[in-house]
């Protein structure tokens, strides 16, 4: 993607990011993908969704119109935000819910505690189909049945890689949009590489941070670290004001009990 669709994808990522605090990423990934699949099988709705000459409101009640009785209504909400936004071109739309989709997944295996694995597995799988003509023939064959595809995989990996690489292994050989499998594998590693190298920010406060004061402490890290950064927010009532910031071995602590701890112990010597 490149110029406005660029922009605008970075928007929904951020979009994404907010509503996964809250929601079930493997439930919001999987209704993801089901838009996609709307998005990809109906161009001229994609078509629609994307041309900068229609209001953004309207396309979102098009949306929702259309797709309300299938989406829980965070998928919905941010579904609506997406197609308000500019895309350059109609697929590029459609790409972007893909990677929301898969970003998602991803997050999901990274709650579990498992996103190397599924990083590790991603690549593992594309190693296996080069070495296995018939696998990789058979999997790519788009006159093969989507639920054979499903069944063969599932015979294959069930029980042996995570949730999440079944599942995105899965749509990559149900639903290719065009490209083979080995390269849609590829594609889904980078999106899993990416969210591994963010750094992740453990932030201890007393009382729930507005959305601008976290904009404000995700801006300030992620300049500090020249890194993305991605805040955990834990509320904790023993904190005595201010708030800590623990990233990887290091921590920024601004606390008020912190800054007795120290007079404390400056007082002592």
Do not use: C
């Not at 109609?90 to 998602?104: F, G, H, I, N, R």
């Not at 042996?160 to 050989?173: I, P």
Request: glycine share 8%; no cysteine; hydrophobic share 45%.
């Amino acid at each position: 993607m490149r110029g406005v669709s660029r922009a605008s994808l970075a928007e929904a990522k951020e979009r994404l990011e907010a509503l996964l605090r809250s929601a079930d990423p493997v439930a919001l990934g999987d209704e993801l993908f089901a838009v996609l699949h709307v998005f990809d099988r109906e161009h001229g709705l994609r078509r629609a969704l994307s041309d900068p000459a229609q209001p953004g409101d309207l396309k979102a009640a098009a949306v929702r119109d259309l797709l309300r009785d299938g989406l829980s209504a965070g998928t919905l909400g941010l579904v609506e935000d997406v197609v308000r936004l500019r895309w350059a071109r109609s697929l590029d739309l459609a790409d972007a819910v893909e990677t929301l989709a898969v970003t998602a997944q991803v997050a999901g295996a990274e709650a579990a505690g498992r996103l190397d694995d599924l990083e590790d597995e991603l690549f593992r799988f594309g190693r296996v189909l080069a070495g296995r003509p018939d696998l990789r023939r058979a999997l790519n064959d788009q006159s093969v049945a989507a639920d054979r595809k499903v069944r063969l995989l599932a015979d294959l990996l069930e029980a042996k890689v995570t949730d999440a690489t079944l599942r995105l292994v899965t749509e990559n050989a149900t639903h290719p949009r065009g490209r083979s499998l080995e390269r849609g594998l590829e594609l889904y590693g980078r999106i899993a590489a990416e969210r591994r190298s963010r750094l992740i920010a453990v932030v201890r406060t007393s009382i729930e941070l507005t959305e601008q004061q976290k904009t404000r402490l995700t801006a300030a890290l992620s300049a500090q670290y020249d890194r993305d950064i991605h805040l955990n927010i834990e509320v904790d009532p023993t904190v005595l004001g201010g708030l800590s910031v623990q990233i990887g071995d290091e921590e920024i602590d601004g606390t008020i009990q912190r800054r007795l701890g120290d007079a404390r112990r400056r007082l002592s010597r």
